[in-house]
Structures are given as C-alpha cells and as structure tokens.
C-alpha cells in the first residue's frame, strides 16, 4: 500500500508540502548491475532525504516507503490528490555499456524557471560532492512529469552501471543526501510558519449532515469526542482537540486501529 504522512493545516499556516518518489518498486526493479537494484538505491535515498526535509520543516509525502509498485499513473494521481507544492523523484541511470556513462542528471516535463532552479540546484550541489553534471533535459513523455499538476523534477542520481557513480553513492551517501536537501532548501524556501492553537483528526467529509452525525455518533459510541464542522459544501467529523501535533498523531493512529480513515487538521 502507498503510505501517505498527510497533514492537512488549515488557518494561518503557510505549509511547503514536497511529494517524494521512489521510482520503480515491487516487481519493477527499474536498472540493476551485478545483483544490485535501482529500486533499492533509490528507496534509501528518498527516505533519507524526507527525514532531512522533515527535520529542516517541510511536510514531506512518500509515494511509498516500501518494496512495493505502483505505476507512473498511479503516482501521478495521487501527487495531484495530495495538493503538494512540489514532486520529486528519484531514480538512476543505465548506459547502453557497462561504465560507460557516469554522472548526474535532472530531467523535467518542460523549462521554466521553477523547475530550472531546482533542477540546477540539486544537479550542482551533487557536482560538489563528485558527480559529473550532465545538466537539465526536458523529456516531456515521463508521465510523472507530464501528468503531475505541481512542479516536478526527476533526479538521476548517477548510473547505476558506473563503477565510478556507484563508489560515490555508497561512499559518500550521507553527504549525497546533504546535498540534495541543500538543492531543495535553495530552490523552495520555507514560508513563515505561525503554530496552530490545537489540531484535529478527521475522519469523515461528507455530502450530507445526518451522514456525518451517523459517522459521530459512531465514534461516540466508541468513547471517542468529536464535532461536525461545516465547510462549503462538506461536512467534516472532526475527532479530539490535541494541542500538539504529536498528540494529534497518537489519536490518529488508535483511529486508524478502529477501522477509520483520518486526516490531520489544524485551526489557528
């Protein structure tokens, strides 16, 4: 299953969302070079560089966080349901030959100075670390590219049957994952952030108001405190009032044990 870490601040709060891919998974091993598997190389990276987004404040989605598939189209649409601010997906690249190739590359839908300066960013902060830059490409056929409706890059993050590029990404991983979230943080600088009064978990919209008090008096039953909240033109069950976001995610989980879809809002 795709694992989503969605958190949904209403209010004053001006959030930067970052969707991060890690291509290929499951059955789909997308490159591979002497028993090794681009679909491994690239989930490390990508959980290593959300958890350094993260840690720096951004709200970072996952397109998964296990060994498992989900086609271009799929992650295309779910990144469009998110509402993110920005896609990211990593990959690596295969020369026709064995050591070939080597080096770094960022391929995007189009050029425009959005997707340009992030691509640029990242391709140069990974040049320091020792890759070749090979640049930006426009590859407008990538349906992660073409179907996303934000701004979204494809990082090649060297070939996968370079001896060269594949020294370096075991070598030097950290400093590889510091330099992407050094290009990320150059391109999209967080927003000023005001801290939400207290938060709550949702877990229910619907159409109509007697679906909603049917949805809450559910939860009631199960000794959950809750409210329907009213915006046009939905109703929302709301669960709790945390006052932390923590707390809101402890709250979150025993819902989730209880069978409910949730979503974590927040009012200012």
Excluded: C
Excluded at 10 to 25: F, N, P, S, W, Y
Excluded at 69 to 81: G, V
Excluded at 84 to 96: A, C, E, K, P, V
């Amino acid at each position: 299953d795709v694992i989503w870490e969605f958190y949904y601040l209403r209010g004053k709060t001006m959030e930067v969302d970052i969707i991060l891919d890690a291509g290929h998974g499951g059955f789909d091993n997308g490159a591979s070079y002497m028993g090794r598997a681009e679909k491994d190389d690239v989930l490390r990276l990508t959980l290593a560089v959300g958890a350094k987004l993260k840690e720096a404040g951004y709200n970072v989605y996952y397109t998964r966080t296990t060994d498992v598939y989900n086609s271009p189209n799929e992650k295309a649409q779910l990144a469009n349901l998110s509402g993110g601010n920005y896609f990211i997906s990593f990959h690596r690249n295969s020369g026709m030959e064995d050591n070939l190739y080597n080096g770094v590359q960022t391929l995007i839908y189009q050029h425009n100075d959005t997707v340009d300066t992030l691509a640029e960013n990242i391709n140069r902060q990974l040049e320091n670390v020792g890759f070749k830059n090979l640049g930006v490409e426009e590859v407008p056929g990538l349906i992660v590219l073409r179907k996303t409706e934000m701004p979204a890059v494809l990082v090649e993050t060297g070939f996968i049957n370079s001896d060269i590029d594949n020294q370096l990404f075991d070598k030097k991983f950290d400093a590889i994952v510091d330099a992407i979230v050094t290009g990320i943080e150059e391109s999209i600088p967080l927003s000023a952030q005001q801290v939400p009064e207290h938060y709550y978990v949702q877990t229910g919209l619907f159409k109509y108001d007697v679906n909603a008090a049917y949805q809450l008096e559910r939860l009631q039953i199960l000794g959950f405190d809750g409210q329907i909240h009213y915006e046009e033109p939905y109703y929302g069950v709301w669960i709790g009032k945390p006052k932390t976001l923590d707390e809101a995610v402890l709250l979150q989980d025993e819902l989730r044990r209880s069978g409910y879809s949730t979503l974590i809002v927040s009012k200012s």
